[in-house]
């Protein structure tokens, strides 16, 4: 058994804003969609996993502890990219290895953290 992808909603129409984040920021790579069921919203590679932005109604209020990890070599760097892109990035838990947290423009929570060991208890 292993996690293949992850898949999240952002608002109807809001594709390109997905991209300059996910892509522009991150860094991720957009790649082809395998079902016709699908047609609005994107799916990007996300270091041999899938993360897919299924594009839906909007919602009212983000879950505050919804979230999902991505793994970065460089998490200075990137949480230094992003504050001066004017995102607003919360300290995470520092032990066993270093993160910050990150809302994407459509209120989805994102933990970004050192590669390290196991699983952190959330």
């Known amino acids: 058994m292993y996690l293949s992808h992850v898949n999240i909603t952002i608002p109807e129409g809001s594709e390109q804003v997905a ?13 082809a969609k395998r079902t016709a069921r699908t047609l609005e919203g ?13 594009a839906g109604p909007e919602r009212d209020e983000p879950d505050s502890h919804w979230h999902f990890g991505l793994g970065c070599g460089d ?11 004017g995102l607003a990035v919360e300290d995470g838990l520092s032990a066993p290895r270093k993160c910050f947290i990150v ?4 209120g989805n929570r994102l933990e970004v953290h050192a590669p390290g060991a196991g699983n952190l208890k959330h």
């Open 19 to 31: 991209r300059d984040f996910y892509i522009g920021l991150l860094g991720l790579r957009e790649v």
């Open 42 to 54: 994107l799916w990007l590679d996300a270091g041999g996993m899938e993360l897919h932005l299924s």
């Open 75 to 85: 998490v200075d760097g990137l949480k230094a990219r992003l504050q001066a892109a």
């Open 103 to 106: 809302h994407d423009p459509f």
